[in-house]
């Protein structure tokens, strides 16, 4: 495929110019940079390779388990460390693995893609990664302690109740989730303002990419769904510590509000999950098509229309609760209705791939690998969304082969796709695309043997979360084979691992646009300098990298405003057109928010253990460092960027 | 299209886009959180009316008025639809792209809206509101 230089397209302004960008921008490699540094690029980097970590203890996890259901009554594993492991599996495969992962590539591509220096609030950025990083660890180190949480992933009451679930475990679900919940808000609301404020000029919202389209979308999701499990992780862990009653139905609370509550934010979950997901194949799939996607406009509706009607879908998770019928068709006809936004994505990249000439490379075929597994999860969702189906089917094997296909299809094949994809920008060198053929076909493989048997045994009547079962039930034989996938599937993600670092160790250097794609990442350095772009770019049509009037815009001549060496600067723009509207001045690095991220932690511990002292002083640490985070800096307004 | 147009004009212009954009997911919205709530707390209460008005007519208005909000909205999508042609060449300084993008992400919400609405009223058409 066509691959370019920024040389090549007459990237650059003068060499004064760019020597007092780098002054500015590039952060000396020392120890204290390394914590504090704020770099959209870097962060970036370590949400991608944290997710990784905590996918791969989730993944070991998901082995023993399949290991301990190899065979009937096998003793790998107790009941009471199944129920810890399933648990940790989902939740954190959920929480910790997929949307930190797609908010890693966010965080590396979105100011990227829309031509700007950074995200909008950069030390926010850095103390959502501690944040997180934070959490996980708090969550994970449950698990060596024997008290990890172990009421599934959604933790229904009465289930997880003090009398009934007495000990650590659930607290340390309630509150890692409160505590990982403050870096997810600050990340939406980061994305948000970015793409919103900081498009490079002429990016109107008919010319942003379909990933940041989708990782905007993700981001209004997060912050009208997560308050909610906010709310309700808050009151379980008040009635598991402080004797309230939300739950108790025999003291005036209410049982279902737990599952009402929950899903209201599980369902856009889901979506919150993979529409960044389907955000990468829109931009990986028509780069491998040669031509742009098909239904731009479509494409862009269906994710507005996903994000919006996800949240009148809820019940459709509780179509065993005894609720009234009537109740059920209201959700009944969201649920369905929501397959057809939904089903527009996958024709329009069905019809990119009719009308453009495909080139079979590593990402393309994990591309392929999603399309295929996402629309049997699909179909086997629609299954659900008939009533007297998903009775029957309820808590089965079925219903875990159904959100295998969907998540592992849905997040992991495209999160794949993009690595492979992003790598040589991300690193600056390429891969060996014969690992990578390798790799996908083991994975490919390994989890459609893995997850297909277990709709066959679901419709046996196999439940979910047992730790163990009776043999000549009809279920040994596809429990082997479900466990011989698993084992595949592992060498083939040990081969991804093995290739990226094979990549970063010996990979030949990446020329800046080694596919040929059509937005602006591709127009800068691989790896992108610290400024990322030398001229800001001034966007005229879409498919900005293949248009010679935006490539022109970035050579010699190129405004001085757009250029804006004279400080650590960047560019804002009107939220709608994308008008320049003023420069603004960008913070440096700093230590404030790994401060506050630690006091955080601190304060999550000191709630767990019942310190309340500690809890309390760590509390007014986070506070005090918001504050001289926050106080205004003695500055000249213009260096404030009150003019321009 | 936008050039010339007074403050008060592009202010009205603006609200009827995103009326035309939002309006009907708006109206579903309220659909779909009256019409549940109103069939739950009455039967979980044991009632068949609201407060003297009986269920089921409870429920249709729950229908009917936000349906007639989404046709409005949807009306609006398509007018907008029509009359902002989207810009071709160097549109840097004009909005018109965007703005027919925005009224065609509005008319298929719109429809989509009117659709669910609709679908729900079948549901209260053919089933008891209490029947468990
Ligand atoms: C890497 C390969 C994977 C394997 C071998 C695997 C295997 C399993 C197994 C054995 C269970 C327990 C089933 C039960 O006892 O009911 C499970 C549950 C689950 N898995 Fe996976 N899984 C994998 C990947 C994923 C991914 C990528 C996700 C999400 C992004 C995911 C999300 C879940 C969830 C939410 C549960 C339910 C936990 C619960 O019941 O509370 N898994 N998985």
Redesign the pocket.
Known sequence: MSSSTAAERGTGPDPAAMAALDSHWAAAPTLRNWFATVDHKRIGRRYLVTAALF?GF??AS??A??TQ?AGPEAGVLSARE?NQL??M???A??FL??TPMLFGFGNFLVPLMIGTRDMAFPRLNAFGYWVFLFAGLFMWASVPAGAAPNG???AYVPLTDERHTPGLHLDVYTLGLLFLGISTTAGAINFIVTALKLRAPGMSLNRVPIFVWAIVATAFMVLFALPVLNLDNALLFLDRRFDTRFFEPERGGNVLLWQHLFWIFGHPDVYI?VMPALGIVSAVLPVFCRRGIVGYPLVVFSIVAIAIISFGVWVHHMFATGLPQLSYGFFSAASTVITIPSGLQIFAWLATMLFGRIVLSVPFLFVVGFLVTFVIGGFTGVMFALTAFDQQTTDT?FV?AH??YV??GG??FPILAGIYYWLPKITGRMFDARLGRWAFWLVFLG?NL??FPMHVSGLLGM?????TYSGGLGWDALNVL?TV??YV??VG?LLVAIGVVHALRRGDPAPDDPWGGDSLEWATSSPPKPYNFAVIPRVRSLHPVWDPATAESTGPGADEDRILAEGRRTLFTSEFDGRPERAVEMPEETLKPLVAAVGLLVLFLGLLFAWYWIAAGSGALVAGTLATWLWPPHRAPEEAGMTT | MSERLSPRAALVGGLLLWFAVLGGVSAWAVHALAAWSIDELACEAGHDNLAGFPLTGAIALAVLLPAAGAAAALAASVLAWRRVRPNHGDGDERSTGRAHLLAFVGLWLNTLALAMIALGGVAALVLPPCQR
């Open positions: 996918f989730a993944g998901a082995l388990m399949r259901l199944y399933f648990t599996h989902g939740t495969m959920i693995f997929s599934g992933w959604f999950i094997y875990v959100f295998h998540l592992f997040a992991v989890m893995t997850f439940p979910r979360r047992v730790y479900a996938g698993a599937l592992a993600l």
